[in-house]
């Protein structure tokens, strides 16, 4: 019995090494990005006054297993790590650690097939003021496929839902986790080859739910809030509050292949938010980096 154990395992490890792997092999899977993150209105302060500025280094890995569960299915479990560190909003400096599972099941044979994906994500965030620190929770199923050689869409939807550690109650009036929001957003991108190296995307996103714009004190701001703290990290006498919201968002980006598993990306993307009682916002962010998947 023991013989027979052994030379079954010995010829699972020899199917995953030479490539012809049952279903319950599993690889290694790395994804590693690293560039800086300019936003023109960090707060999202409706308010010319208090709108700020700034530009992050950002740094994320992904790691972990996937399995092919059958022909059509395939299935995998990371581990994530990120963070950003601003110029000069320090407060905004921090770390998320957390896991992501997601299953992915192609309709059909062949690489023109569509495909769905169905992923959650549960995340810790650790910021250096920790007003922000908390939990981030993310379910999503996304669908795409090819069109032609050159032609890649897809779409999605996503729920998150992001709670802070610490409600600091600020107003008698409204309660203080101004930091505890969810919403849902639907997507679609489309990705176009332009040459052997060089692709370029664009995408629209549509976001409800709540956001948190952080100003001074503002009456008008506040009739329209369900919550409200204060929020250091952008000034002394600066308030976050959490107001319902629609944000569209355009993105229009470039990637360049550097090598099979290296390339440089930059996009820009376009935030304009529009909440009740005419509270509207717009953000600029601008990303450029390197990506290496493995």
Known sequence: MRTSLKTAAVALVAACLLGHAPAV?????????????????????????????????????????????????????????????????????????????????????????????????????????????????????DVGGRLGERWAVRGGWAFEERSADHARVVSSRLPGDAFDVQGHTFSARADVVATERVSVFGGYAVRTGDVVASTRRDPGIFVASTALTRDPALGPDFVAYRIEAVVHALTLGLSVAVTDRLSVNASYERLQGFAKRGIDYGNDVVRAGLLFVY
């Open 25 to 141: 092999c599993a690889e290694w899977l790395l994804d590693a990005e690293t560039g800086l993150v300019y936003e023109s209105n960090v707060g999202l302060s409706p308010l010319r006054r208090d709108v700020k500025g700034d530009v992050a280094a950002a740094t994320s890995v992904s790691a972990g297993l996937g399995t092919h569960l059958d022909d059509h299915t395939s299935a995998s479990l990371t581990a994530d790590v990120g963070g950003q560190k601003y110029a000069d909003l320090d407060g905004l400096d921090h770390v998320a650690v957390g896991l992501t599972g997601a299953i992915r099941r192609k309709l059909g044979l062949g690489a023109a097939a569509p495909w769905v994906r169905v992923s959650g994500t549960g995340a810790r965030l650790d910021y250096e003021d920790d007003v922000r620190t908390g939990w981030r929770y993310r379910f999503a199923v």
